[in-house]
């Protein structure tokens, strides 16, 4: 970062967030509770994916109220997307829906299909992640997993006011010596777009489909 351009104390604010956010990613990554946490959400992922299977099957039941019934259940999968594939928040949030939607608006198609084994299960590979995480979180001495997101967002006001400056220095200064940098900048930030495109398209539900 060019310096006397009044963008030291941002930039020191800034990598100081990147910093505690770093080092609570090392610690939660070395918690004996994190393998424990990642064995639980391959075991829910498991489950979405055989009750979303095992529903799509009914779909060729010989009985027609089975796949009646069946074909209800579909659209409410469909609108949830690939929820294995989510992040672990996004993936609990989702999958407690869906699993409120079986037990409510849909419990009696549930029933017609003989699925409430599977809403079971899901229900309680839903709980044990949750579980573990909570655990980990005290572990840890607190709430990690909401000061990370406290801290996210502090990260993301301190790019954003970074950039800000870069941008008043360049419009304002014609002989500025920031060209370099922003060059610099511009492709890291071009680098990591197309790397987060790629992850998106492989994350895809349709992604299968495609290759």
Same mark, same amino acid.
Do not use: C
């Given at each position: 970062m060019p310096e006397g351009m009044g963008? @030291?104390?941002?930039?020191?604010?800034?990598?100081?967030?990147?910093?505690?956010? +770093?080092? *609570?990613? @090392?610690? *939660?990554? /070395?918690?004996a509770f994190t393998v424990k946490i990642s064995e639980a959400?391959?075991?829910?992922? *498991?489950?979405?994916?055989?009750?979303?299977t095992v529903v799509k099957g009914m779909l060729n039941h010989v009985e027609?109220? /089975?796949?009646?019934? =069946?074909?209800?259940?579909?659209? &409410?999968?469909?609108?949830?997307?690939? &929820? @294995?594939? *989510? !992040?672990?928040? $996004?993936?609990? +949030?989702? =999958?407690? =829906?869906?699993?409120r939607d079986m037990n409510g608006t849909y419990a009696g198609d549930v029933v =017609?299909?003989?699925?409430?084994?599977?809403v079971k299960g899901l229900e309680k590979c839903n709980n044990d992640f949750t579980a573990l995480l909570n655990e980990r979180d005290t572990e840890q001495g607190g709430q990690p997993s909401v000061r990370m997101l406290s801290l996210r967002k502090e990260a993301d006001a301190g790019y $954003? @006011?970074?950039?800000?400056?870069?941008?008043a220095v360049a419009l304002l200064m014609k002989n500025h010596p920031l060209t370099p940098f922003i060059?610099?900048? !511009?492709? &890291?930030?071009v680098r990591y777009k197309n790397m987060l495109a790629q992850r998106a398209g492989r994350n895809s539900p349709n992604h299968d489909l495609q290759e």
């Open positions: 963008m @030291d104390e941002e930039s020191t604010r800034y990598l100081a967030l990147h910093g505690e956010a +770093a080092a *609570m990613i @090392d610690r *939660m990554r /070395k918690s959400d391959e075991l829910r992922d *498991m489950a979405f994916k055989g009750f979303r027609a109220e /089975k796949r009646e019934a =069946a074909a209800r259940l579909t659209p &409410v999968f469909d609108h949830y997307g690939a &929820v @294995d594939r *989510m !992040n672990y928040s $996004q993936e609990t +949030a989702a =999958a407690g =829906a869906l699993l =017609a299909l003989g699925l409430d084994t599977w $954003q @006011d970074l950039i800000s400056r870069i941008e060059d610099t900048w !511009n492709a &890291v930030v």
